[in-house]
């Protein structure tokens, strides 16, 4: 399933919300609706592999190692 942002439904908007829920302790957005993108399975599975991967730190979740993540992320396109 893929998010539907109605042209001027306030989109940016949106993930400008999720976005500040992403900043609360113990929330990470991720997925195809949480970062309102269309991408592939494999992306997908991308981005939750490296959210478990990150959960392998002292702290409990590697937040440097996220952020440095969610860049390579949004260079995620859709395949066909």
Not at 31 to 51: C, I, P
Not at 73 to 78: C, L
């Amino acid at each position: 399933v893929y998010p539907v942002l109605p042209a001027g439904t306030g989109g940016v908007r949106r993930r400008g919300e999720l976005d500040r829920l992403a900043g609360l302790e113990g929330v990470t957005v991720l997925g195809r609706h949480g970062r309102f993108t269309a991408d592939n399975l494999h992306h997908v599975l991308d981005m939750g592999l490296t959210a478990a991967d990150c959960l392998d730190h002292p702290s409990g979740w590697d937040s440097s190692r996220w952020a440095e993540a969610e860049t390579r992320f949004e260079s995620f396109t859709v395949e066909d």
